[in-house]
């Protein structure tokens, strides 16, 4: 008789226990179901552009740890939206309630260290991602929001210091950037006249990316300061070996090197010697510019179309018509067709050559008569390329 009653209540346990376990998976998988479908409906609105029906969702919705993901798409939704206000004061409230799971702090923090950014809250979004840097699993998620937070303030020393306390897996993915910030820091102390400082944070760039073209040109103007030609042009040649789409530049600081005292005859040497080994139309320029002061300006047009015949491209041809206009008169007896309408294309192609870009960032598009090494559209180093070398069936700026 008793071995019967324990045989029933081990089949009631058994039975009672397999029950819970039913309700149990229903009840998540309803749950499931109940979640899906509302993030569904959410995603509808956001494609809708639906905000009073996306506040009348999230008031029905109670904060709890079932929702955090919830409140938090529309947060970002608000932000994407330009209501910046409303997703601060939504990250804010998520942020101070107290059923707010550990694991998910630091992702709510980070939202809205988003929100003061785009609300241009720089300082209080500086403050709140060193506060997430505690958390070793948002750091590697708060550090490129630190770093554009001291790239707008130029505040390049922090950049560096929080960069390079992180461990040295993650430091390597920066190299690039903080070999830029070196050279942020080398220049101001070049401005400064403090040549030798400036020459540290060279150093220290190159340490950090052996490759930096940037770093080249900054050792190339320091030495041509210092009246170390040989030095500079060493370094220019550097560039051209690194990217000789850097052609146009380098021919400019060759022509600074002159300014400074370097011999027209050796400059001339190296841009010939360059230009055999990089037949690049920023070289020639340099050269037909210099063969110009030197008084072989024939000389110099003869190069120029030479070069333009092998290589047609259009910043060329304006650079061509600009060189002949300014050293040779524009006579019919010279040129042989009627003077004004030569004169006419001339005068067209100095205006063309005064509104060409000649840079270009190969990231975003971004066009610029100057060089930036960071680019001020998409944030992006080292992107913004010369085009003096576009061929002519390309897509030039005008």
């Known amino acids: ?82 209501e910046v206000e409303k997703a601060i004061g939504l990250h804010q409230n998520l942020l101070g309630h107290p059923e707010i799971p550990s694991h998910i702090y630091g992702e709510v923090a980070l939202e809205l260290a988003k929100d003061y950014m785009a609300a241009g809250l720089l300082d ?55 070999a830029h910030f070196c050279c942020e820091l080398a220049q101001f102390l070049i401005d400064r006249g403090e040549y030798y400082e400036a020459q540290q944070r060279i150093r220290a760039s190159l340490d950090f990316d052996k490759g930096c073209v940037r770093a080249a040109f900054l ?22 070996h690194a990217d000789e789409a850097y052609a146009f530049d380098v021919a400019n600081n060759v022509l600074q090197c002159v300014s400074f005292g370097l011999e027209r005859d050796v400059a001339l040497r190296f841009l010939q010697k360059m230009y055999n080994d990089h037949p690049k139309l920023g070289l020639i320029v340099g050269i037909s510019e210099l063969l110009g002061e030197m008084g072989r300006e024939r000389e110099a047009i003869d190069l120029l179309e030479n070069h333009l015949k092998a290589y047609p491209r259009l910043f060329g041809l304006l650079q061509l018509a600009g060189f002949f206009h300014s050293h040779f008169p524009l006579t019919t007896s010279k040129v042989g067709v009627n003077e004004r309408v030569l004169s006419d294309i001339v005068e067209v192609c100095g205006q063309i050559r005064s509104e060409i870009s000649l840079y270009k960032c190969l990231c975003c598009g971004f066009e610029a008569k100057s060089l930036y090494w960071l680019c001020p559209s998409c944030r992006v180093w080292s992107s913004i390329k010369p085009v003096v070398d576009t061929p002519l069936l390309s897509k030039v700026a005008l």
């Not at 509302?38 to 639906?50: G, I």
């Not at 919830?70 to 994407?80: M, Q, T």
């Not at 210091?161 to 690039?176: E, N």
């Open 219 to 240: 050792l190339s103007d320091l030495n041509a300061k210092l009246k170390d030609f040989n030095s500079a042009l060493t370094n220019l040649k550097k560039v051209m």
């Open 1 to 82: 008789m008793d071995g019967l009653v324990q045989y029933f209540i081990l089949l009631g346990s058994v039975g009672i226990g397999y029950a819970i376990a039913y309700l149990q998976f229903n009840f998540k998988k309803f749950h499931y179901s109940s979640q899906e479908k509302l993030k569904e409906k959410l995603n509808l609105l956001f494609h809708l552009d639906d905000d009073r029906e996306i506040s009348k969702l999230l008031k029905s919705l109670e904060v709890s740890k079932d929702t955090f993901g919830i409140h938090l798409a529309v947060g970002g939704h608000y932000r994407k939206s330009g």
């Open 124 to 178: 209080r979004a500086e403050a709140l991602l060193l506060k997430i840097m505690e958390q070793k699993e948002y750091r590697a998620l708060a550090i490129p929001k630190l770093i554009d937070i001291y790239q707008q303030e130029k505040e390049w020393e922090k950049a560096l210091k929080i960069v390079t306390s992180l461990d040295a897996k993650l430091v390597g993915s920066y190299h690039s950037r903080l």
